[in-house]
């Protein structure tokens, strides 16, 4: 991966989890100003978009880097950050796919699993993400 492939995946990944953390923060934290209010925050519809704009931003990232990082490494046995790039691969498809496939859900019990799915993979995708950086930084002798 070359430097500026990393600075572009690192942003898109910061824009992706803030938007989300933004989102996420207005449903479920913040409080309705009254009883008839159409959203929990007034800026909840523009953290719902900025999440769902910055989502192909952040796909086009991993696939830029998806066969000469992830998937020369998964097949090579490159050891520095292993299970936190292992884990990172494995929660991506369930993590993008459950991003989609809430907004075109029509069910709401459907719907709701999706929307599930979406918050448990995309917060072990912060974790595991924060791993993987301080394995990467600690591999290069910092």
């Given at each position: 991966?070359?430097?500026?492939?990393?600075?572009?995946?690192?942003?898109?990944?910061?824009?992706?989890?803030?938007?989300?953390?933004?989102?996420?923060?207005?449903?479920?934290?913040?409080?309705?100003?009254?009883?008839?209010?159409?959203?929990?925050?007034?800026?909840?519809?523009?953290?719902?978009?900025?999440?769902?704009?910055?989502?192909?931003?952040?796909?086009?990232?991993?696939?830029l880097i998806f066969e000469r990082h992830i998937w020369l490494r998964v097949r090579n046995g490159h050891r520095a950050g292993r299970r936190s790039g292992l884990g990172l691969f494995a929660l991506l498809a369930p993590m993008v796919l459950s991003g989609y496939a809430l907004q075109i859900s029509e069910s709401l019990e459907v719907r709701a699993a999706w929307i599930w799915v979406h918050v448990i993979t995309s917060g072990l995708w912060i974790l595991a993400w924060v791993a993987h950086q301080v394995a990467a930084h600690r591999s290069e002798g910092h």
């Amino acid at each position: 991966m070359t430097p500026a492939q990393a600075r572009f995946l690192k942003v898109a990944n910061a824009l992706i989890v803030l938007s989300g953390l933004a989102l996420a923060w207005a449903l479920y934290v913040a409080e309705p100003a009254d009883e008839f209010a159409l959203f929990n925050h007034p800026w909840q519809p523009e953290f719902l978009h900025a999440h769902v704009l910055t989502a192909p931003l952040f796909v086009f990232a991993v696939g830029l880097i998806f066969e000469r990082h992830i998937w020369l490494r998964v097949r090579n046995g490159h050891r520095a950050g292993r299970r936190s790039g292992l884990g990172l691969f494995a929660l991506l498809a369930p993590m993008v796919l459950s991003g989609y496939a809430l907004q075109i859900s029509e069910s709401l019990e459907v719907r709701a699993a999706w929307i599930w799915v979406h918050v448990i993979t995309s917060g072990l995708w912060i974790l595991a993400w924060v791993a993987h950086q301080v394995a990467a930084h600690r591999s290069e002798g910092h």
